[in-house]
């Protein structure tokens, strides 16, 4: 099934910011790209999780800033709420270094918050997913991965969920070979 990222996130962007695109915010035309990066790498059902791990992340910060606190940035934040960390895969990298880069774009455009650009996208994602209108917005009920999974690449492309590796069964000692 071939799904249409970006004519979705322009479309739910001509929702939240109107018509004509004149209006809308200059950071807007630019993060596209690196948000269908995200999609693309990761898939219509890995990427609403993403997007929604790098909400949480950026809320982090602006947490922090406001109340002056130290942290480590945004970076940090999305490898912790990702756990991309627990393993390093080309969809994740991919998808990791795009997120840096469209938050890097949207912090420097002060007509905009970045928030409202992944509400977009998590809109752009459920468009023809079979989700239903009352599960659309920020979809948070849906989107939430549950404990013990972590985004990671599966054979021929795309992702899969797995467990982490300590909550699976120890690997069984194997003899030598002869």
Not at 34 to 48: E, K, R
Not at 58 to 80: I, N, P
Not at 106 to 130: E, H, I, K, N
Request: proline share 6%.
């Amino acid at each position: 099934m071939t799904h249409n990222f970006g004519l979705h996130f322009t479309q739910e962007l001509g929702n939240h910011f109107g018509s004509p695109t004149d209006s809308w915010p200059a950071s807007a035309e630019q993060v596209t790209p690196f948000f269908a990066i995200v999609v693309n790498a990761l898939g219509t059902d890995d990427a609403p999780r993403w997007f929604e791990a790098a909400r949480k992340a950026h809320q982090r910060v602006e947490t922090a800033e406001r109340d002056r606190a130290h942290h480590f940035g945004f970076a940090h934040h999305l490898d912790v709420e990702t756990e991309a960390y627990e393993e390093i895969t080309l969809p994740v990298v991919a998808a990791f270094e795009a997120t840096k880069g469209l938050y890097e774009i949207t912090r420097r455009d002060p007509s905009v918050d970045v928030d409202v650009f992944f509400d977009c996208a998590l809109r752009a994602c459920s468009r023809g997913s079979g989700w239903t209108d009352s599960t659309r917005g920020t979809c948070s009920g849906i989107l939430d991965r549950s404990p013990g999974t972590r985004f990671n690449a599966a054979p021929g492309g795309g992702t899969r969920r797995t467990l982490r590796e300590s909550d699976q069964e120890a690997p069984t000692a194997r003899p030598a070979p002869c």
